[in-house]
């Protein structure tokens, strides 16, 4: 008897293979599409935190201004106990050698805008600093706000510190 190959068997194997190529294709472009979406969202959250880390010095540097000017300035006079709580004051040298001021308005720095605002601080019966009570004309609170856009979100930072009338 004689054997006769059989040609379905091979036409068979053939359309198999072509079925696990485009398998093996399709596996490795999902692969590929999800590498690429994690890089994009670790870049991404690495401009994030690299503005946020920026936002935080100038935050920083603006309490330090502030400290600056207090130390410099007479405290009723032409200090901290002068500003107007609750409006956006931004820092400036003047003068020479130069001395920081504090002028009003906020100011852009790059890609941030910093702004400084004072508010009044209370003390309560046990003189611990509280919402409301009495107020505390030696000591006022400082806010350094810095914000900006990132992808048309708006991203802010914000420190506060009190400063007394230590002279």
Known sequence: ????PKHNN???Q???LLIEIVVVVRIIVGSLAAI???ASAFLVTSQIV???S???ALAQEGLEIVRNYRDGTDWAVDGLDTFTPGSPYHPEQSGSPPKWILVSGS???GEFT??????????DSSDNIAVSGTSDLDTVKAIVQVSWQERERSHQVELEAYFTNWN
């Open 14 to 16: 053939k359309g198999s």
């Open 107 to 109: 100011e852009t720095i």
């Open 50 to 52: 690299q503005q946020t």
């Open 1 to 4: 008897m004689l054997l006769q």
């Open 36 to 38: 690429l979406g994690l």
């Open 54 to 56: 920026q936002a935080t």
């Open 10 to 12: 091979v036409k068979s």
């Open 114 to 123: 910093r702004q400084i605002q004072f508010e009044e601080v209370f003390r």
